[in-house]
């Protein structure tokens, strides 16, 4: 079965850090654009991250900057997405997507409102003030 899951998520103080999990299985992350986003309530869903699997690059939208670090190990087939000082603004439930025909990680971290070819099911990041 070819899915996502993400892990990590949790409730945290503002300033606390979290580390989410996104691991694939039944295919591997090879020549893959994977993106983090985040919905919050009565929110629209918004791009936080983005990581080429094949070459490393990555990119961060102005919510995560500074204070976010998206990386990947492909041999675990896992992206992982490293949060440092949250605020309660950052509180949503984070999914991971993935899709091998992504021309520019930029252009899907701008683009959360598609459907990329793999979804998770999502994690709750919940940050107290």
């Known amino acids: 079965e070819v899915q996502l899951v993400e892990s990590g998520g949790g409730l945290v103080q503002a300033g606390g850090s979290l580390r989410l999990s996104c691991t694939a299985s039944g295919f591997t992350f090879d020549d893959y654009a994977i993106g983090w986003f985040r919905q919050a309530p009565g929110k629209e869903r918004e791009g936080v991250s983005c990581?080429?699997?094949?070459?490393?690059?990555?990119y961060y939208t102005d919510s995560a900057k500074g204070r976010f670090t998206i990386s990947s190990d492909n041999a675990k087939n896992t992206v992982y997405l490293q949060m440092n000082s949250l605020k309660p603004e950052d509180t949503a439930v984070y999914y991971c997507a993935a899709d091998p025909d992504i021309f520019s990680i930029v252009s899907m971290c701008r683009r959360p409102e598609l459907d990329y070819d793999y979804w998770g099911q999502g994690t709750q990041v919940t940050v107290s003030s």
């Open positions: 990581i080429s699997s094949s070459d490393g690059s990555t």
